[in-house]
């Protein structure tokens, strides 16, 4: 599986989330945004949007 990031557009490193599924939080370990994926396609492609911590 793989994830680009949707704030920074580097790959998002998905090791330690083996088990990864739709609404799953995963955080960008290059700009450290916070990802909800909001699909995974059949070729391993991991769609995800920017979680808005209200920070
Ligand atoms: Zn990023």
């Known amino acids: ?26 955080e960008c370990q290059t700009c450290g945004m916070t990802l909800a994926v909001t699909a995974l396609a059949e070729d391993g492609t991991v769609s995800a949007e920017i979680v808005d911590e209200g920070k």
């Open 1 to 26: 599986m793989h994830l680009t990031c949707a704030e920074c557009k580097n790959q998002v490193d998905l090791s330690k989330n083996p088990e990864l599924k739709v609404e799953d939080i995963v």
